[in-house]
């Protein structure tokens, strides 16, 4: 099914708030964490706009299996993370997306899902929420939410635990990807310095509003998300960036358990790590993450 640029999208078939962060000097950069943490959850519920936004925090956590099943209210790890946020595509939920949110937390980083009132499992299906910018605005408030958590005086476990040195990361698959790229265009939130959108389509034209590293990762046989669509998108968009492109794959096998699942976990990793820890050799990993299964790399860092 194609799909054309800013019109409805049939599946069926913000200005940024809160505190003012962004790029630091190259001084300030660190190495990520090299342990996979064991992982705890905690469930917060907000709301904008007469929209509640059921939100899952996936953190660190500082007893456990390392990488085991999250824990609901485990004690945080000692130390301070990055944020990233994640959206759910359509009729999903941060669940059915573990295979790509656990791995972010395992690895150092406090990883913020929201469940979208009107595209999650059992809900309407309003694809119109993401055309019209309500999910990039649930976005753009589930971080001012989330990031509070962190602050000074908050008395909340989070506190003095989220490291927002570098900005904070986006990331999303299908409508997710979509709400993940509204984020930088139409719906800009400047917070936003590293995003990944999974299987997107262009939302709009950058705005200069937004600086972030962003990673597009997309099947040159997407029958739901039309691949040249995203190709239009990357064009758009200034250096850093680049384009992950699982040749012969559809809507979603390489962030399921496709054959290479592990290629985009690996390259989603280290373009964070990078991006949010300023961990530069995990930036000169990203060519080699990204090689073998048919994938073919394209960068402009």
Known sequence: MSMTRRTVL????????????????????????????????RQFTWSRAGRTLVTRIFYPAASGAPGGDPVGDAPVADGRFPVVEWSHGLGGNPESYGVCIRPLAAAG????????????????????????????????????RTLALGEPGSCDPFEGRMDTTLGVGAAGHSLGGM????????WPDSRVTAAIPYACVDMGDPTGAVNAKTLFVHGDQDP??????????????????????????????????????????????????????????????????????????????
């Not at 990883?111 to 055309?131: C, K, M, Q, R, S």
């Not at 709400?179 to 139409?186: S, Y």
């Open 224 to 301: 739901i998300c039309q691949y040249s669509l995203a190709r239009q998108a990357y064009a758009e968009l200034p250096p850093a960036k680049a384009f992950m492109t699982h040749t012969g794959q559809g809507h979603d096998e390489f962030i399921w358990n496709g054959p290479t699942y592990d290629q985009t976990v690996k390259t989603s990793l280290d373009w964070m790590r990078w991006a949010l820890y300023g961990d530069t050799a995990a930036r000169d990993r990203l060519a080699s993450d990204a090689s073998g299964g048919g994938i073919v790399w394209e960068a402009d860092l």
């Open 179 to 186: 709400t993940t790229h509204g984020l930088l265009t139409a």
């Open 109 to 144: 980083f406090i990883v913020a899902a929201p469940v979208f009132p009107t595209t999650t499992t059992g809900a309407e299906g309003n694809v119109g929420d993401v055309y019209n910018g309500n999910q990039s605005k649930d976005v753009s408030e589930v971080i001012t």
């Open 10 to 41: 049939s599946l069926a078939t913000a200005a940024s708030a809160g505190a003012l962060i962004g790029p630091a000097a190259p001084a300030l950069a660190r190495t990520a964490p090299t342990r996979t943490f064991p992982l705890g959850v």
